[in-house]
């Protein structure tokens, strides 16, 4: 176990500070997330299916890309897009079988691709047989697999949702998210005395629930998959302040799965590092929930990328530095391009020069990076669309990759009338064949960041940050990324407005531009001048 020579091949790294017991590989990971049902239809039925990731496996690795996260695929109702799972040990029939992921982790290991699916690890769908078991109200063998008080009728007064009425089981449930998706039971960290339904984290009911969680990961990886993107992982125990039991219960798991496969990679869904990191992952998320962060850098209206809400760094460096530093040594922070359940980059009045300035961002800035399909060409948020499987607002982010010009923009061959969802309908939207030959796209500026990030150790996850004081305006934000062997500056201004700055007491040898554009620099004495127009950026080599 733990190597991979029936399940591809893919390169080796030297242990590096990603953490005490992260992967080395991760230091170099560059990560795309696919939203499976949306990203290519390989059958012709309207929906993207997993011979649909390996037939573009291709593509992704001719962008740079390393490794892949892959939303809920397991069989489910989809009322909350697959994070309603009604089977953790097969793949949904719509996506294809068993097989076809086992396959697909091995194509993408020839490729030099690491596979990651996501956990959901909280809840179930009520569709699961353990959920319809667990309803009846003879006692059985999953009565404790979920939270149940002891009376449909009296209420439970504290904070957690509780849908009442369900079953004939005499009690409520709680639920974790929507009212389909009851809260699997790892117990409460401090159980009421006077409530016994509420287990606590050692009962027998709580610890089959985390044996049955470790099976579900053995089973995948043990079929070639390189980690997990663990869903809401810090819901699992209820009512705990400061998640102090769910980070030790993550502990454990991490530990007895570690031990049989020790390459591996486990993302939180936590949007506290701090945090998450204690409980043993390796990467958590900046997220516009937990800390928070997000918000202020990519979403509000006066978040620092956008070019006319007067933004700036301020809110998100701060919040990010204070995690970064609690968590240095120990585990990484990714701030994503965005996911399936925010907007895209590319909404409002956003153009690919502003995402330009995006990606320069997120392609030099510590930690691993992660870019939601499409964002690489540009896809735009599509505002208004009626909801799809409990998508909600979040349905614009979800849309067809648009892979050319052909019928459905390439993503599939079915009637338009059968896809998962509409197509953006504007005649120009953006393709993967036309950005790839235009040397100008935001896809092939992805793309060389992507190269120049990989081929300098400075840029990488685990390399020094240093965010720079540039005079007086906070439209700009100068930084430098520096390992043993070499330092860069990175330039960017995502305001329309022009201007000089000048960058106080770095002595550069010298001062060779990478990827620039209305970004011209030049060294006065101890400082470093550089001349910014509207919307620009730039990455110099010191
Ligand atoms: C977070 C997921 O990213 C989201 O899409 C889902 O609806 C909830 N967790 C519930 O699983
Ligand atoms: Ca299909």
């Not at 490729?111 to 667990?134: E, M, N, Q, Y």
């Not at 990679?265 to 800390?291: H, K, Q, R, T, Y």
């Not at 701060?318 to 609690?326: G, I, N, R, V």
């Not at 060294?523 to 127009?533: K, N, P, R, S, T």
Request: glycine share 8%; proline share 6%.
């Amino acid at each position: 176990m733990g190597n991979y020579e029936d399940k591809g091949h893919l390169p080796t790294f030297s242990q590096m500070d990603t953490g005490p017991n992260s992967p080395a590989w991760l230091n170099q990971a560059v990560f795309y997330q696919i939203y499976p049902q949306s990203f290519y239809d390989a059958n012709g039925d309207g929906i993207g299916d997993i011979p649909g990731i390996i037939q573009k496996l291709d593509y992704l690795q001719w962008l740079g890309i390393n490794a892949v996260w892959i939303n809920p695929c397991f069989v489910s109702p989809f009322q909350d897009g697959g994070y309603d799972v009604a089977d953790f040990y097969r793949v949904a029939p719509r996506y294809g079988t068993n097989r076809d992921l086992y396959r697909l982790c091995r194509e993408a290991h020839r490729h030099g691709i690491r596979v990651c699916l996501d956990l959901v690890a909280g809840h179930t769908s009520t569709d699961h047989p353990w959920f319809k078991a667990s309803c009846l109200s003879s006692r059985n063998k999953y009565s404790d697999r979920y939270i149940w008080t002891s009376s449909t009728i009296s209420g439970a007064d504290i904070p957690l949702s509780f849908i009442r009425g369900y079953s004939e089981r005499d009690g409520s449930y709680v639920a974790n998210f929507f009212y389909f998706q009851p809260a699997l039971n790892y117990g409460f960290a401090k159980p009421a005395a006077d409530q016994p339904w509420q287990q606590s984290v050692d009962a027998a009911g709580p610890l089959q629930t985390r044996k049955e969680l470790i099976k579900t990961m053995d089973f995948w990886l043990s079929h070639g998959v390189d980690g997990f993107r663990v869903d809401m992982a810090f819901s699992l125990v209820k009512l705990d302040p400061g998640h102090k039991e769910t980070i030790k219960l993550w502990q454990d798991i991490g530990q007895k799965v570690r031990a049989l496969y020790p390459d591996i990679v486990l993302i939180a869904e936590w949007g506290n590092p701090e945090e998450s990191i204690a409980a043993g992952f390796d990467i958590d998320f900046v997220l516009p929930f937990g800390v928070g962060g997000y918000t202020d850098l990519m979403l509000n209206e006066k978040s620092f990328f956008r070019r006319h809400g007067g933004g700036n760094i301020r809110d998100f460096l701060k919040l990010y530095l204070e995690q970064a530093a609690k968590v240095k040594g120990k585990g990484l922070i990714s701030v994503p391009s965005a996911n399936h359940d925010v907007k895209r980059p590319c909404a409002d009045e956003r153009t690919v020069r502003d995402l330009k300035v995006i990606f320069t961002f997120l392609l030099t800035w510590p930690g691993v990076p992660f870019i939601y399909y499409g964002d690489e060409i540009g896809m735009r948020y599509i505002p208004g669309l009626a909801s799809k499987e409990g998508g909600y607002a979040r349905t614009g982010s979800r849309t067809p990759m648009q892979w050319g010009d052909g019928p459905n923009a390439g993503f599939s061959t079915a009637g338009e009338d059968q896809l998962y969802l509409p197509l953006d309908p504007r005649r120009n939207r953006p393709t993967v064949k036309n950005q790839a030959s235009d040397p100008r796209s935001l896809l092939n500026h992805v793309r060389k960041l992507i190269a120049l990030r990989r081929r300098s150790p400075a840029l990488q996850a685990v390399s020094a940050l240093i965010p720079l004081q540039v005079e007086n305006n906070d439209r700009h934000f100068a930084y430098l990324r520096q390992s043993a062997s070499e330092r860069f500056l990175i330039v960017l201004n995502p305001s329309a407005e022009p201007s000089l700055v000048r960058i106080n007491g770095i002595k550069p040898d010298n001062l060779v531009p990478q990827i620039c554009h209305g970004a011209q620099a030049c060294v006065e004495g101890d400082d470093i001048q550089v001349e910014l127009a509207g919307i620009s950026y730039g990455i110099f080599k010191l």
